[in-house]
């Protein structure tokens, strides 16, 4: 693994320290948690397969 791909990994590991903590708060019941995290999971997902084949 090469400094061009920890950096990101770090930088990426670091938004998600800074987000996580106001996401959970503003998400105190489970169900809007859970809709709103599955949201994000297939935001994350859709990108991660249209990097994958652009690069």
Not at 3 to 12: G, R, Y
Not at 21 to 37: A, E, W
């Amino acid at each position: 693994m090469g400094l061009e791909e920890i950096i990101p990994v770090i930088a990426l590991i670091l938004v998600l320290i800074l987000v996580l903590p106001g996401f959970i708060k503003s998400n105190l019941k489970k169900k809007v948690f859970f809709t709103n995290f599955s949201i994000w999971g297939v935001i994350v997902l859709v990108l991660v397969i249209f990097l994958y084949f652009i690069f």
